[in-house]
């Protein structure tokens, strides 16, 4: 016989019987009555059909509405969305699971972790065609959702409060207006395919999470926008404050409008840490003075506290805006180890394979590139390789078009910058135009700051190319900065700036110094119209600290020309382009700069 229970029943389900006999032939007979017990496992499964009749929500007879399956679920209870469309959404109970035919695995009895008895009736198949659900889905404590999308227009997809042990996976997110996700307090493993808006106040909010979340779009981490696109926010594309865990984005299009304050945020300054992973997006928003509302980057990261943020960024384009397209900076005791690696400031896309110096084309650039910034007792630890900047521009503020500077009075400031190219060959003031340089270090008043520059190629800067300045009264500090095989060339003259030259080392400042600095200069190849005799300069006037230059003789005691001489055969620069002004000491060591 057929046995089918109560819809949404688990436990041990009593069936009363007899047996009778009609009496043919022989007299009729019946038993006395007897029971059989049945055991109904869980989990409850509500099937949901969109294409069927209203039925009872069994697998064999289905409700046809998600509204239907929502009144009558409970906490540990699942819902199979067959592929279709559900006008509402659900909020989801305790340990609930709202899995779509969209999911993938070995199949429907594997995927929801049952072993039915033989003779049940078939499942359904999974791995076919995600249904969409047209309202919001909100998570609760240990709730799943899988297999399917969501598209909401001006309701939030996705929403969670403070709940954990939650996962998502499989799913997309489209809005108009709404939010694609909103999440505070949330937990747990969150992985989706795609998010897109249009228009939204803030594309994707994430407040106080924790665990893992990710967009994955196609997974080659490609800027190819299979990620989805939070486009024309009108306060922020994306903001993820006093987030844990690691939070990564890939094949993302991020745009903002006029009225917005900033681009994509991560903003921790609760402790903790936080994994920031973007790969492949592309982040544009609204230049001109008209813009007085974007008070942030396109892409920041900050850190305060004692929080520990580690941005890791591949592959990235950056486009036209008020201010940086990428920012960094620590402040408190926090700790930030920044990765900037094979991006475009103001290039065209490369939707490939991710390859260094990306960049055929200038491209909407932004007016300025990038800043990495401490403050406090932060530590901040960089690497910046293998990407293009062009574009940026004084006219719009930019004093460099990359900056690299300390504010700290402990902590340190120290890292790389590698391989990339500033400016583009033969464009007057691709690489900072109207009075800006190429690469401003700048140290703060004490702590450490520590940078290598080296295998770069900068040019088309209407000033300096690398300046290495003190820029605050009283600097105690340590700073070493290592220059090194970089090609320095093309610079844009335009209007004949002053001190243009293409390597400056001044620990100095006008009201005073006492800070021990270390320079390497080696390797470089200055070349083009820098100003007379200055290809490179050093300075020691205004600082009572010592300089120190690896490899020069004497080790103490030496005057300009001898430094100079040092200089210009460490250098491919050309005799009488080294200007060196002796203030300070400037003494020679038997090795290299720490």
């Given at each position: 016989?057929?046995f089918d229970s109560?819809?949404?029943?688990?436990?041990?389900?009593?069936?009363?019987?007899?047996?009778?006999?009609d009496?043919?032939?022989?007299?009729?007979?019946?038993?006395?009555?007897?029971?059989?017990?049945?055991?109904?496992?869980?989990?409850?499964?509500?099937?949901?059909?969109?294409?069927?009749?209203?039925?009872?929500g069994?697998?064999?007879?289905?409700?046809?509405?998600?509204?239907?399956?929502?009144?009558?679920d409970?906490?540990?209870?699942?819902?199979?969305?067959?592929?279709?469309?559900?006008?509402?959404?659900?909020?989801?109970?305790?340990?609930?699971?709202?899995?779509?035919?969209?999911?993938?695995?070995?199949?429907?009895?594997?995927l929801?972790g049952?072993?039915?008895?033989?003779?049940?009736?078939?499942?359904?198949?999974?791995?076919?065609?995600?249904?969409?659900?047209?309202g919001?889905?909100?998570?609760?404590?240990s709730?799943?959702?899988?297999?399917?999308?969501?598209?909401?227009?001006?309701?939030?997809?996705?929403?969670?409060?403070?709940?954990?042990?939650?996962?998502?996976?499989?799913?997309?997110?489209?809005?108009?207006?709404?939010?694609?996700?909103?999440?505070n307090?949330t937990?747990?493993?969150?992985?989706?395919?795609?998010?897109?808006?249009?228009?939204?106040?803030?594309?994707?909010?994430?407040?106080?999470?924790?665990?893992?979340?990710?967009?994955?779009?196609?997974?080659?981490?490609?800027?190819?926008?299979s990620?989805?696109?939070?486009?024309?926010?009108?306060?922020?594309?994306?903001?993820?404050l006093?987030?844990?865990?690691?939070?990564?984005?890939?094949?993302?299009?991020?745009?903002?409008?006029?009225?917005?304050?900033?681009?994509?945020?991560?903003?921790?300054?609760?402790?903790?840490?936080?994994?920031?992973?973007?790969?492949g997006?592309?982040?544009?928003?609204?230049?001109?003075?008209?813009?007085?509302?974007?008070?942030?980057?396109?892409?920041?990261?900050?850190?305060?506290?004692?929080?520990?943020?580690?941005?890791?960024?591949?592959?990235?384009?950056?486009?036209?805006?008020?201010?940086?397209?990428?920012?960094?900076?620590?402040?408190?005791?926090?700790?930030?180890?920044?990765t900037?690696?094979?991006?475009?400031?103001?290039?065209?896309?490369?939707?490939?394979?991710?390859?260094?110096?990306?960049?055929?084309?200038?491209?909407?650039?932004p007016?300025?590139?990038?800043?990495?910034?401490?403050?406090?007792?932060?530590?901040?630890?960089?690497?910046?390789?293998?990407?293009?900047?062009?574009?940026?521009?004084?006219?719009?503020?930019?004093?460099?078009?990359?900056?690299?500077?300390?504010?700290?009075?402990?902590?340190?400031?120290?890292?790389?910058?590698?391989?990339?190219?500033?400016?583009?060959?033969?464009?007057?003031?691709?690489?900072?135009?109207n009075?800006?340089?190429?690469?401003?270090?700048?140290?703060?008043?004490?702590?450490?700051?520590?940078?290598t520059?080296?295998?770069?190629?900068?040019?088309?800067v209407?000033?300096?190319?690398?300046?290495f300045?003190n820029?605050?009264?009283?600097?105690?500090?340590t700073?070493?900065?290592?220059?090194?095989?970089?090609?320095?060339?093309?610079?844009?003259?335009?209007?004949?700036?002053?001190?243009?030259?293409?390597?400056?080392?001044?620990?100095?400042?006008?009201?005073?110094?006492?800070?021990?600095?270390?320079?390497?200069?080696?390797?470089?190849?200055?070349?083009?119209?820098?100003?007379?005799?200055?290809?490179?300069?050093?300075?020691?006037?205004?600082?009572?600290?010592?300089?120190?230059?690896?490899?020069?003789?004497?080790?103490?005691?030496?005057?300009?020309?001898?430094?100079?001489?040092?200089?210009?055969?460490?250098?491919?620069?050309?005799?009488?382009?080294?200007?060196?002004?002796?203030?300070?000491?400037?003494?020679?060591s038997g090795?290299?700069?720490?």
């Amino acid at each position: 016989f057929d046995f089918d229970s109560t819809p949404g029943f688990t436990g041990t389900a009593v069936v009363n019987y007899t047996v009778a006999d009609d009496g043919c032939p022989g007299p009729a007979a019946t038993s006395a009555p007897a029971t059989i017990s049945l055991t109904v496992s869980g989990p409850v499964i509500w099937f949901v059909n969109s294409a069927g009749a209203a039925g009872n929500g069994t697998l064999s007879s289905p409700f046809n509405t998600l509204a239907a399956a929502a009144a009558v679920d409970a906490a540990n209870h699942a819902i199979f969305l067959y592929t279709g469309t559900y006008s509402t959404g659900i909020t989801l109970n305790t340990g609930e699971l709202l899995i779509g035919q969209g999911a993938t695995g070995a199949s429907f009895d594997a995927l929801f972790g049952i072993t039915p008895p033989s003779g049940t009736i078939a499942r359904p198949t999974i791995g076919g065609t995600r249904p969409t659900v047209q309202g919001t889905v909100a998570l609760n404590a240990s709730s799943t959702v899988r297999g399917l999308n969501l598209t909401t227009g001006a309701a939030t997809g996705l929403s969670g409060g403070a709940v954990v042990g939650v996962t998502v996976n499989e799913v997309s997110v489209t809005t108009t207006t709404g939010t694609t996700v909103t999440l505070n307090g949330t937990g747990g493993a969150l992985s989706f395919t795609a998010l897109t808006s249009s228009g939204a106040s803030t594309g994707l909010s994430l407040t106080s999470t924790s665990g893992s979340f990710t967009v994955t779009g196609d997974g080659t981490g490609r800027a190819n926008g299979s990620g989805g696109s939070l486009s024309n926010s009108t306060f922020a594309a994306m903001t993820a404050l006093n987030s844990t865990g690691t939070i990564s984005l890939n094949s993302m299009n991020f745009t903002i409008t006029i009225a917005a304050n900033h681009g994509v945020l991560f903003d921790n300054n609760a402790g903790g840490a936080l994994a920031g992973n973007i790969a492949g997006c592309t982040f544009t928003g609204v230049g001109g003075a008209a813009n007085v509302s974007q008070n942030k980057s396109m892409l920041q990261f900050e850190a305060g506290g004692s929080a520990n943020v580690t941005p890791n960024v591949q592959n990235s384009f950056f486009f036209n805006n008020r201010t940086y397209g990428f920012v960094a900076t620590a402040a408190g005791t926090s700790i930030m180890n920044v990765t900037l690696n094979q991006s475009g400031f103001g290039t065209d896309v490369n939707t490939g394979a991710p390859v260094n110096q990306p960049g055929t084309t200038i491209t909407n650039a932004p007016p300025f590139s990038a800043l990495v910034s401490t403050g406090s007792a932060a530590q901040v630890n960089y690497n910046i390789t293998n990407n293009t900047f062009w574009g940026a521009r004084g006219l719009d503020g930019a004093l460099y078009a990359v900056t690299i500077s300390g504010a700290s009075t402990s902590g340190s400031l120290n890292g790389v910058f590698n391989g990339n190219k500033i400016g583009k060959a033969g464009v007057l003031g691709s690489g900072c135009a109207n009075n800006c340089a190429g690469l401003g270090l700048l140290p703060g008043t004490g702590g450490t700051f520590n940078a290598t520059v080296s295998n770069n190629d900068i040019r088309q800067v209407n000033a300096m190319a690398v300046n290495f300045v003190n820029s605050v009264t009283g600097a105690n500090g340590t700073s070493i900065g290592k220059f090194i095989n970089n090609t320095i060339t093309e610079p844009d003259t335009t209007g004949a700036p002053l001190f243009q030259r293409g390597i400056i080392v001044t620990p100095g400042n006008s009201g005073g110094a006492t800070a021990n600095w270390c320079a390497q200069i080696t390797g470089n190849t200055v070349s083009g119209a820098w100003q007379a005799g200055s290809f490179i300069r050093v300075s020691t006037l205004n600082t009572t600290g010592v300089l120190t230059l690896p490899g020069l003789t004497p080790l103490s005691g030496a005057t300009g020309p001898q430094i100079d001489t040092f200089i210009e055969v460490a250098n491919a620069i050309g005799a009488g382009n080294s200007n060196a002004t002796v203030g300070g000491a400037i003494n020679g060591s038997g090795s290299p700069c720490p």
